[in-house]
C-alpha cells in the first residue's frame, strides 16, 4: 500500500503540458526532498528530478518539480511521444524509516 | 557513469532461500548507502530495505522484516540481498539502486540497475 498519492493516468496531445500530483504527508513529503522517476514499459526505472528538484543529467528543461507543504507536482511541458512512461514520486519517510513511493502515474501522449 | 548489475534471480519454490547480489562500478561505492526496489507484475514500486554506506544503519520494508537481510562488501564493491523464507507474493523484479546524498543519509535513489527477476513457485 502506497503513502504517496497519485493519479493513475495523464495524458495530453504533443506539445501541450500535463502536471502529474503526489500527496503525502509530513513525515515524507513534508519533510524531505521528493524524487520523481520515470519507467518507461519494459525498462528500469531513471531518475528525473532528485534533491532540491534538480534534473538529472540528460532530462530536458521540460520537466520541472515543485513542492508545497505535503504535496509536489511534476509539469511537463511540450510533450513529445517518448514521454509515455509511468511516473513515481518517492521520499524518505521519517516515521516510517522507509522509501516510499507513489501509486504512478501512466502518462500517454495522444 | 554508474552502473549496477543484479544477478541471482530465478524461479523457486515458497519457503526457499535465494540471495541476490549487485555489482557496482562506475563511482566511490563505500560513500554511498545502498538500496533494493522491487516491482511485482503489472504492479508499482516497492522501496525492500537500505543500507549506508558502513553497514552500521539498515531498515526493511514492514512485508519483509525478519525474512530478508541486506548486506554490502565495500571491498568488492557489491551490494547483496539474502532473502529466506520466501512467499508468492515476493515474485517481483528486484532492483538494486543507489542512494543520492553520501554517507549515513537516506534521501533518495540517483541510479538503478536494471533488475533481476525473481519468481516463487507454490
Known sequence: ?110 | EVHLVESGGGLIQSGRSLRLSCAASGFTFDDYAMHWVRQAPGKGLEWVSGINWNSAGVDYADSVKGRFTISRDNARRSLHLQMNSLRVEDTAIYFCAKEHCGGSCFSGLDSWGQGTLVTVSS
Do not use: M
Open chain 1, 1 to 110: 500500500q502506497s503513502v504517496l498519492t497519485q493519479p493513475p493516468s495523464a495524458s495530453g496531445t504533443p506539445g501541450q503540458g500535463v502536471t502529474i500530483s503526489c500527496s503525502g504527508s509530513k513525515s515524507n513529503i513534508g519533510t524531505n526532498f521528493v524524487y520523481w522517476h520515470q519507467q518507461v514499459p519494459g525498462t528500469a526505472p531513471k531518475v528525473l528530478i532528485y534533491s532540491r528538484d534538480q534534473r538529472s543529467s540528460g532530462v530536458p528543461d521540460r520537466f520541472s518539480a515543485s513542492k508545497s507543504g505535503t504535496s509536489a507536482s511534476l509539469a511537463i511541458s511540450g510533450l513529445q511521444s517518448e514521454d509515455e512512461a509511468e511516473y513515481y514520486c518517492a521520499a524518505w519517510d521519517d516515521r516510517l524509516n522507509a522509501y516510499v513511493f507513489g501509486t504512478g502515474t501512466k502518462v500517454t501522449v495522444l
